[in-house]
């Protein structure tokens, strides 16, 4: 070890402090620009709808169901619970397309990097 107990070339940060602080503006950079993302995104609305557009809904990025439009001949009191499969898929199918805008927008802004626990 070097005298100062530190492997060779570890003791002496030397350039390391011009390099930190552009890491640290570059991070500060993407916080900024993730921020401003996830406020857009959660701006946009996700329509998605099931049994040949039976039943539509529209999902808020904040992942809220906004509205559900259900057309008058697939209500059968009869058969109720055809319409709740029908509601459960399409809210499904919003849920999915909220995500998978998010997860390609994420990566688009982190470059492909998979970060655990921004989205």
Known sequence: MAKGGFPKGMGN??????NMNQMLKQAKKMQEQMLKMQEEME???????SGGGAVSVKISGKRELQEIIIKPEVVDPDDVEMLQDLIMAAVNEGMRKADASSADEMSKLTGGLNIPGLF
């Open 13 to 18: 940060m030397g350039g390391m402090g011009g």
């Open 43 to 49: 701006e946009k609305v996700y329509e998605a709808s």
